[in-house]
């Protein structure tokens, strides 16, 4: 086969293609074809993703639970979450601040509707218990952090938690203002 092309190559050549075919061969050519589009998902995302997974996970599994307390030690006041955290200060001591911080904005916001319970017990019941259940959050993750290999992806969902408390309890006091101002919150 190889030696009957080889013989007989002239007789395949004779036919050349017309203009026709090598213009569009060659707008095909200079055409550029956009970039193809890579998604890339880094890192960070994937442990931010982690981390608020696994609060939910902790979250569904406290909920299950039959709850043992009325009244939440975060709003009683739970000295182990305000005060310095030295589990948290000596893995990252930014970080540990930032707990700190946090906690401290927490206990006055806390103070804050604390002011409500005489007034409004049922109110005070409500909040106290959607707190309680961010903060048992909180100290599940606070608990198995010293265990956990993955201490800053664990870090960044104690964060995200203390930041979530402290928007509940923007909310409840927004809420309180209403309560006790009927006629400001219509304007």
């Known amino acids: 086969m190889e030696r009957f092309i080889r013989d007989h190559r002239d007789e395949f050549d004779d036919q050349e293609p017309s203009m026709k075919v090598w213009e569009q061969i060659e707008t095909g ?26 609060g939910l996970i ?36 930014q970080i540990g601040k930032m707990v700190a911080q ?8 806390q103070k804050e509707i604390q002011s409500i319970e005489k007034d409004n017990p049922a109110l005070y019941s409500q909040f106290s218990g959607d707190i309680k259940k961010l903060d048992s959050t909180y100290q599940v993750l606070r608990n198995t952090l010293p265990a956990n290999p993955n ?17 509940l309890l923007n909310q409840q006091l927004n809420i309180i203002k209403k309560v ?3 006629t400001r919150a219509t304007t």
Do not use: C, H
């Open 58 to 93: 902790l979250s569904v599994v406290y909920f299950i639970q039959p709850e043992k307390t009325e009244v939440s030690p975060a709003i009683a006041g739970n000295q182990e979450t305000n005060a310095k955290d030295t589990v948290v200060d000596n893995i990252d001591p």
């Open 151 to 167: 201490k800053e992806q664990l870090l960044q969902a104690m964060i995200s938690n203390l930041q979530m408390q402290i928007d």
């Open 29 to 54: 050519m200079n055409k550029k074809n956009p970039p193809a589009k890579v998604v890339r998902i880094s890192y960070v995302k994937w442990s931010v993703a982690a981390a608020v997974l696994l």
């Open 102 to 109: 946090f906690s401290s904005m927490i206990e006055e916001k």
């Open 180 to 182: 006790k101002n009927p």
